[in-house]
């Protein structure tokens, strides 16, 4: 029976390798022992072996416990099954079940793994994707586990509208956030910044000059660097400032602006103006009571260590806001984000904020620590969602060959939904010729949604 089952499962072995790691357990970090498992499928004990676990981190435990997986009992079928026995990954299909001795049990759907010279491995660059289920709940109580976060997020597929409906009209304009209401967004994003009064306004930079025309109106108000800065203004200044599409910081020579997406909304025409934080939520909240729709926001705090050194305390005063706004619980129609993990745990601990959180993950070398199996895990501990740079799911070869990273299934391993940003039509990753084709990747990444600027667009 066993062999029967072995053979049927090889011819489901090809080419459409989906990788898939499993998901090991916490009470096997710090400590160099040998786990035994066994893999079930379908009722059917298929595999077993032992895995070497060296990890001094919940991280590391997991990610070592599975390079070092051996299957002992699918070897030679698999070598007489297929042409390219040496390299042909195993694909297996159906009720799949890990046991282990003393970590737990995961469960999923499917496992793939590689051929070595005395068995089988899951291979290094496999992803997490089977739900755990441990041995040993007591010490795994969501409390002791967590910096205060409460259970993971239901998966969904939303468009967030990146600063508005940002690709056709200026960036966080009341107009833009209407568009994007209209169009079917499901989240507006605002990014926050504070006034010189501490008044939370919607704006991406902590500079005025790249979407005002502050170095007009207030042509001796820079610094020494030469940027307008909207903590040095007032809102009644601020309220006075021309929005336009974005632009250089500086006008060419012969006046005219320089804008970063010239296809998009002609700079210097028509009107319009920044908005505070509470003027752009009431603005969403009473589409919502027109509409009877739940429409989101997505707030960011824009460098809230750069404001503390400034003397201003930028999640306190939003997080304030947005509890009299109603937004309190983690069900919640908000998310919100920052890119400084330490102001993230602050915002759980010392604030005891109970509101989605979602880590922004760059492209840097700081990115890369949080984009890996130890820096996720600990992202899981406080945070509920993921918002990595575009890079950093896919890239696409100049052949068309489309590169998926392992780490999106790594993210929802330890219950984080993954939100990456930007998909620009008018700006699309290198080797991705059509807005349909990024669509079909998208599609195929997986994906709990995604920022967005053109929501209609882009809907997944
Ligand atoms: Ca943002």
Known sequence: MREVLLVGLLMMTGSCWQSVELLAAENLVGKQTMESYEIWCDGELIGQGTAEVLGDSTADAIWMLFRTVNLRVITSQASSSSADTDTAPLEIHGAIELRTSTAGRAACDQLALLPTTDGWRVHPADVLRCALVRNDTSDHDAANRTLGKTAPLPRRSIVIAHRGASGYLPEHTQASACLAYGLGADYVEQDVVLTKESVPIVLHDIHLDTVTDVAIQFPNRARPDGRYYALDFTWDEIKTL???????????????????????????????RLSSLSEMIELIQGLNHSTGKRVGIYPELKHPSWHRKQGYDLSKVTLQMLTEFGYRDHGDAIYVQCFEPEELKRIRTELKSELPLIQLIDSDHDGDQLWSPAGLAEIGRYADAVGPSLERIFTVAADGQVNYNPHVATAHSVGLVVHPWTLRTDSLPDNVTSTDKLMEIIRHADLDGFFSDFPDRTRF
């Open 242 to 272: 021309q929005v336009h599409e974005r632009t250089a910081h500086k006008r060419n020579l012969d006046g005219t602006w320089n804008p970063v997406f010239p296809e998009r909304f002609p700079v210097g025409k028509s009107s319009f």
